[in-house]
């Protein structure tokens, strides 16, 4: 079946301090790859989705200069976080769909400190 | 905009009792709808989706839904619910047409099971 790799799968990193996050289809190619982040105890928040080889969608309130996303081609979207800080701190989720549907990837569980 | 309501944040049942979780969607236009559940410090794995025909769809671990249009639900249910069944599991809801659109999730239901 359709498998996404994402990694890493959590990372600590200091304030200031930037972080990218990585988003692999492994057996399909997906044309589109979603991101969502998910506050502890809450739902999944989409913050953008990526079609590859063109620019980001973002949702209304996410920052796209501080949540760079790249569609380098068909099977890797990469989510950068940059200049993070500790309100960060979540769990990053990306999604690609292919001909099965959409496939989740395990996540990231991001800690600023 | 297509949304997804779960009214039950938790549900607590006893282990090989039925448990049902519901999820009501409202959208003008036709929808895709899907449950995922998600083990703790975990992604999404999908149980079930329901695109077009049969109301009746059946998924993966014994969890069947039903898509009722005139009431604009999509609940989840199993006969018989195990201690792994712990989980929390989201309804989730995309537009219907025009190839793949972002997915809408509803705020989770934590199912507990109690042995």
């Known amino acids: 079946g359709a498998v996404v790799s994402q990694h890493p799968s959590w990372v600590i990193c200091k304030s200031g301090t930037s972080v990218k996050i990585e988003c692999r289809s492994l057996d399909f190619q997906a044309t589109t790859m979603f991101w969502y982040r998910q506050f502890p105890k809450q739902s999944l928040m989409l913050m953008a989705t990526?079609?590859?080889?063109?620019?980001?969608?973002?949702e209304q309130g996410v920052e796209k200069d501080k949540f760079l996303i790249n569609h380098a081609s068909l099977t890797l979207s990469t989510l950068t976080v940059t200049s993070a800080h500790p309100e960060d701190s979540s769990f990053y989720i990306c999604?690609?769909?292919?001909?099965?549907?959409?496939?989740f990837g395990s996540g990231t569980r991001l800690t600023v400190v | 905009a297509q949304s997804v309501t779960q009214l039950d944040s938790q549900v607590p049942v006893f282990e090989e009792a039925p448990v049902e979780l519901r999820c009501n969607y409202s959208?003008?236009?036709?929808?895709?709808l899907f449950w995922y559940v998600q083990y703790p410090n975990q992604g999404l794995q999908l149980l079930l989706k329901y695109l077009s025909g049969s109301t009746l769809v059946k998924g993966i671990n014994g969890f069947e839904a039903e898509f009722n249009k005139s009431q604009t639900s999509f609940h989840l249910r199993k006969p018989s619910v195990h201690i792994s069944d712990t989980a929390e599991y989201f309804c989730?809801?995309?537009?219907?047409?025009?190839?793949?659109?972002?997915?809408?999730f509803g705020t989770g239901t934590k199912l507990q099971v109690i042995p």
């Open positions: 989730a809801v995309s537009l219907g047409s025009g190839g793949y659109q972002k997915v809408t």
């Open positions: 959208s003008s236009v036709s929808v895709y």
């Open positions: 999604s690609a769909t292919g001909a099965s549907g959409y496939t």
């Open positions: 990526s079609n590859e080889g063109s620019k980001a969608t973002y």
